[in-house]
């Protein structure tokens, strides 16, 4: 019993300032946010009281405009397009690099600088490309395009009620892209090549390579890569009030919940956070156990 406590006595004692700032900074803040939401303080006074789950209700049968429901319907317009901007121009890019193209180490340079430039500065670029602007006061790529003749190419970009939120993805799939890049190539790279070349062998051509042998080895690869830009997306905060700033047409509820912080409503606040952490949870906590178990049974 004292061999035993003399082994994980001095690894809980090295790790337990980082279990300390973890559960003061992470799961405190968290209990704390998750308390002050079932609370009636919709203002800078004290709460009144408990209220329960009426600060949750609220937001979907009582917000003004419905503008919580909207904002939701803006996030899912938004993953859906970065997700699959990102897998599919990931998956392109890993297929070029993987071919063994020339100056290999240089291209990836270029499709992972993007991830080195912050979402702000990212974002103010890219408003001034989305210039809304058509026809003689057209400018960034709708100038281009205007230039070129091609005026039937120029949009509204994200001041367009219908695309508005589509368009938004753009830069974050430009940004992120070179990432799911990485994540592929890592992938493709950790296939055994006895792999390839028994197909080879076998008379497999290029198509039926990838599709039979390669793509699905890529499986963990793309639910990682599914996992974590769905993650990134419903916490997009940054980029979009670089590019558009805070309006209704592109409110997802992170800048909502800013916005929300701004009126002193903290309750409502804390409730869109909750709700927001919520949905994090059900998309990572299922992919998480999935991983610990095949862990387990490798």
Known sequence: MRHRRRTWIPGLLLISPSLILLAVFVYGLIGWTVNLSLQDRHNARPA??????????KLFTSDINDRFVHSLKNLVVFTLVFMVGTIVLGLIWALLLERRAKAEGF??????FPMAVSFVASGVVWRWLMNTG?????GGINAIFHGLGLNFLESPWW?????GMAAMAVPAI????GYVMAL???????IPEELREAAVVDGATTF???????FPQLTPTILSALIITGHMSMKMFDLIMSVSGAQWLTEVPAVYVWQTLLTRDYAKAAAISVFLLLIVAVVVVPYLIHVNRSEKRS
């Open 48 to 57: 009144k009281g408990y209220v329960g789950l009426d600060n949750y209700t």
């Open 107 to 112: 291209w990836r340079t270029i499709y992972l």
């Open 134 to 138: 058509q026809g003689d006061s057209a």
């Open 159 to 163: 001041t367009d009620p219908d695309w």
């Open 174 to 177: 430009w940004q992120l892209s």
């Open 184 to 190: 592929f190539l890592a992938g493709f790279r950790g």
């Open 208 to 214: 039926q390579l990838y599709r039979q042998v390669l």
